[in-house]
């Protein structure tokens, strides 16, 4: 039986890709040899490479803009430190919006001054902070636009002068934005965009230079963007499965497919959770994420009975994060909405049953 995958990370990727990662493991390209077997220094794999930076670039619409990308490892994690180890100097301020920003603040506290502009831990990260200042002496500003965990999402980004950092990794690629209000976008590739195992980041050149310490070469942007994301051995299989999802986007109309058909997944999910008394919603409205619905039930006793009948319709990742509880339903690009129907069936099963 198909699976209706809504699993949190890694997740769910086009069938296509499935198909066109695993004919790559038998024969790349008709050469008779395995992508997993290949020099990452072989044509083969720079053009592959290069594609992928160039494709991530274009479906941002950050081409010639001063921007590169670069598919790097140690997951969105090791960005959470990147990100200060190269651009704090004396002082950098963040917004606090839940377990991934918690989690970059600590980090970042190693290099310097941390300022917390807002924090949404008072009512459990289950909205996104509005109003408050960033310092005039910060080096930049640090913000994570979709929460995982908790199921929120910006909507604004404030405007500010400081160079803008973003940490994108469950909703790169889902929606439009003006992607050069940015400085430094980085994302995990296991929730949007590819398999577990290497991570995008797009910077825009000129903010990098301004920091006094020495930095060791794995750590600095820098290093990155003068060999072209080939410093040291790329996740080759990684950044091909993510090339071959990049590609699919493109075929499919872009970011702006991406976004109407996640909106309408979106929109079908949170009407049941608004219209079935059985379940309340756990994100503000205005804050929600189309990315990540948590949601749990107003009774806590027809668990076992809701359970039950998702598992049996075949649903894959539906249960909630412990800091949550509840449910959580993933919905990345490449979920169909016929999925999303089948958990509204589940809901709408269970208000009959009971
Ligand atoms: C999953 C996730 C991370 C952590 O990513 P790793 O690649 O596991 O380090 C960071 N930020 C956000 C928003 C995430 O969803």
């Known amino acids: 039986m198909k699976k209706h995958n809504f699993s949190a990370g890694p997740c769910i990727?086009?069938?296509?890709?499935?198909?066109?990662?695993?004919?790559?493991?038998?024969?790349?390209?008709?050469?008779?040899?395995?992508?997993?077997?290949?020099?990452?220094?072989?044509?083969?794999?720079?053009?592959?490479?290069?594609?992928?930076?160039?494709?991530?670039?274009?479906?941002?619409?950050?081409?010639?803009?001063?921007?590169?990308?670069?598919?790097?490892?140690?997951?969105?994690?090791?960005?959470?430190?990147?990100?200060?180890?190269?651009?704090?100097?004396?002082?950098?301020?963040?917004?606090?919006?839940?377990?991934?920003?918690?989690?970059?603040?600590?980090?970042a506290k190693l290099f310097g001054e941390v300022v917390e502009v807002a924090s949404s831990k008072d009512k459990n990260f289950s909205y996104i902070p509005k109003s408050f200042s960033i310092p005039n002496d910060a080096d930049y500003f640090h913000c994570t636009s979709n929460n995982t965990i908790f199921g929120t999402q910006i909507k604004e980004f404030p405007s500010t002068s400081k160079p803008l950092v973003c940490d994108m990794s469950s909703d790169i690629f889902s929606r439009e934005l003006d992607f050069s209000k940015f400085d430094l976008i980085y994302a995990g590739a296991q929730k949007n965009m590819g398999p577990a195992g290497t991570t995008l980041v797009v910077i825009k050149e000129n903010i990098l230079g301004k920091v006094t310490r020495d930095i060791p070469s794995m750590m600095s942007y820098a290093t990155h963007i003068g060999k072209d994301s080939m410093f040291n051995t790329p996740a080759v299989y990684a950044v091909y499965v993510s090339l071959l999802t990049l590609r699919w986007i493109k075929a499919k109309g872009g970011i702006k497919a991406m976004e109407e058909l996640n909106n309408k997944k979106a929109e079908l999910l949170y009407a049941e959770i608004d219209r079935n008394p059985l379940f309340k919603g756990f994100a503000a409205k205005e804050d929600r994420s189309p990315m990540n619905a948590t949601f749990n039930l107003s009774d806590e006793s027809h668990k076992e009975t809701f359970d039950k009948l998702w598992k049996e319709a075949g649903v894959n990742g539906l249960n909630g994060h412990r800091s949550v509880g509840g449910y959580r339903a993933s919905m990345y690009n490449a979920l169909p909405?016929?999925?999303?129907?089948?958990?509204v069936d589940a809901m709408q099963e269970l208000e009959r049953k009971i």
């Open 337 to 343: 909405i016929e999925s999303v129907q089948v958990v």
């Open 13 to 107: 990727l086009p069938q296509e890709v499935f198909k066109e990662a695993s004919q790559a493991i038998l024969d790349f390209n008709g050469s008779g040899l395995s992508i997993l077997e290949i020099s990452h220094r072989s044509s083969d794999f720079v053009s592959v490479m290069e594609e992928a930076r160039n494709l991530a670039l274009e479906l941002l619409d950050l081409q010639d803009k001063g921007y590169k990308a670069l598919f790097l490892q140690g997951g969105a994690s090791t960005q959470f430190l990147m990100t200060a180890y190269n651009l704090l100097e004396k002082k950098a301020a963040y917004l606090n919006t839940g377990t991934w920003s918690t989690k970059a603040i600590k980090e």
